[in-house]
């Protein structure tokens, strides 16, 4: 299973967010968001910094922007993770969400939130236990 998460993570065609891959404790939120970016996209990390603070302050997040990870929430975690993985422009993969934010009810929930921060439709796919299946449709109605 190890092998597998490993390739899966070097696969260069998505960005994984997962409990296994951390975020880096002595760099500060923002670090950790452009981190890739660093490495990707030179050219505009102040653009893609500027897009981060406005990102985070769209979920009321923007006093964690020099905090470092340990000082922040799970969910706080989860979305600065999520902005990591959206600026290295690749699909968005995210293992096992329901582990990482165990409050959110449906993953639609979680899309929903992450369009809100980013003010555009990405497409996020998750891998998670069939246990969870239900979380995932979309149709399903509330219990009474």
Do not use: G
């Not at 990707?40 to 985070?56: C, F, M, P, R, V």
């Not at 639609?108 to 239900?134: C, G, H, P, S, W």
């Amino acid at each position: 299973m190890e092998e597998m998460r490993r390739n899966f993570v070097r696969d260069k065609r998505f960005a994984v967010v997962s409990l296994w891959l951390p975020l880096m404790a002595n760099l500060s939120i923002i670090d950790n968001i452009l981190l890739p970016s660093y490495y990707l996209d030179t050219d505009n990390i102040s653009t893609l910094k500027y897009q981060a603070e406005i990102a985070l302050e769209r979920l009321d997040m923007a006093s964690i922007t020099h905090k470092r990870y340990h000082e922040c929430s799970d969910e706080m975690i989860f979305y600065t993770k999520i902005l990591r993985a959206y600026f290295t422009k690749r699909e968005i993969v995210i293992i096992e969400p329901f582990l990482q934010l165990s409050d959110v009810e449906t993953f639609a929930m979680i899309e929903d939130r992450v369009e809100f921060m980013l003010q555009t439709k990405i497409t996020l796919y998750a891998i998670d236990y069939l246990v969870n299946q239900k979380r995932y449709d979309k149709n399903k109605e509330k219990d009474a």
